[in-house]
């Protein structure tokens, strides 16, 4: 497999831990983001949006979309298991990492962010977007998992939730989102004692800067 991505990319930060969990290995081809070489024209051919990740499969098939490759490996190398079997269970844990992957992630995006800043706003207000948006979509998810059992965020093993939330609480950092999530953060160091989740860190990453 190739995943292309970029080391600060929280949705390709996603699919990282996801190939450590499941032990899996895969070729990975960065795009500096910064730098627009997602636009270029070869890996357009791959991902008309141009965004990252994508994923190659060993027989040749391209998969877009961060959370639809992570589907993708939970049912091709179910154990272990990121989605529970049990459908509730299932729902509230795709509930959560799609409030992250749909709601606060694309909306604090460099993308998003370059556009708000040709509108003519200046740095400080880029960054007060990114801020409030990360900060009110965890507050809303601290809410959600405050009595679910743990450590981490349902339950006893890491699921696609905490495949989300790690990165997103990454990005939380870098714009300086005030952590007071208590519940969140205790999901966090559960899968940061995992090696799969210390792995995927981006400075871990060969293309970090």
């Not at 450590?20 to 051919?45: C, I, N, P, R």
């Not at 007060?128 to 601290?142: F, H, N, P, Y």
């Amino acid at each position: 497999m190739i995943l292309h991505g970029y080391f600060r990319s929280s949705a390709a930060w996603r699919i990282r831990i996801a190939l450590g969990l499941k032990g899996l290995e895969a070729q990975h081809v960065s795009h500096h983001l910064a730098k627009g070489e997602q636009l270029s024209d070869a890996y357009l051919k791959l991902n008309p949006q141009g965004l990252v990740p994508a994923l190659e499969t060993d027989d040749g098939v391209v998969i877009t979309q961060s959370l639809a490759i992570l589907e993708y490996l939970d049912a091709m190398h179910p154990e272990p298991r990121l989605i529970p079997a049990d459908p509730v269970e299932a729902a509230k844990v795709r509930a959560f990492a799609l409030a992250i992957a749909c709601d606060i992630h694309p909306v604090q995006n460099l993308r998003v962010l370059k556009r708000i800043a040709g509108l003519g706003h200046d740095e400080e207000t880029v960054k007060a977007w990114a801020r409030d948006t990360i900060q009110s979509g965890l507050d809303a998810l601290e809410k959600t998992v405050a009595t679910q059992p743990g450590p981490f965020c349902f339950g006893p093993q890491p699921t696609l939730a905490d495949v989300c939330l790690v990165p997103q609480l990454g990005n939380a950092r870098r714009f300086g989102v005030d952590l007071w999530h208590t519940r969140l953060l205790q999901a966090e160091a559960a899968a940061l004692a995992l090696p799969a989740f210390a792995g995927a860190v981006p400075a871990n990453q060969p293309d970090a800067e």
